[in-house]
Nanobody, 124 residues
Framework: QVQLVESGGGLVQAGGSLRLSCAASGRTISNYAMGWFRQAPGKEQEFVAAIDRNGRNTEYADSMKGRFTTSRDNAKNTLYLQIDSLKPENTAVYYC?????????????????WGQGTQVTVSS
């Protein structure tokens, strides 16, 4: 069993930056790929980014490329998502998740454990 706790969300003005963290406990995460998803008001949950177990390879949704950067520190059992040049349309609850695989996966069903989410609100 893995527990995930996201933090770092908040209210920020457009153009600002945030760094989300996802702290894992209960099991080491170094054996698994991890990912970020988000759910905006009135919309379905969507894939944001994923990273393999070593942190050497990453994958991003097309609309996230360039401003979103995910990384991990396996020694700290923590996953990160840096979001730069925030836009109002980035407003959503951001979730981290642990994959069932060591390889990057993009589908929600490929992830076994989920955090409770952290709210990111971007004002114009």
């Amino acid at each position: 069993q893995v527990q995930l706790v996201e933090s770092g969300g908040g209210l920020v003005q457009a153009g600002g930056s945030l760094r989300l963290s996802c702290a894992a406990s209960g099991r080491t995460i170094s054996n698994y790929a991890m990912g970020w998803f988000r759910q905006a008001p009135g919309k379905e949950q969507e894939f944001v980014a994923a990273i393999d177990r070593n942190g050497r390879n990453t994958e991003y949704a097309d609309s996230m490329k360039g401003r979103f950067t995910t990384s991990r520190d396996n020694a700290k059992n923590t996953l990160y998502l840096q979001i730069d040049s925030l836009k109002p349309e980035n407003t959503a609850v951001y979730y981290c998740a642990v994959s069932r695989s060591i390889f990057i996966r993009l589908g929600k069903s490929d992830y076994e454990y989920w955090g409770q989410g952290t709210q990111v609100t971007v004002s114009s």
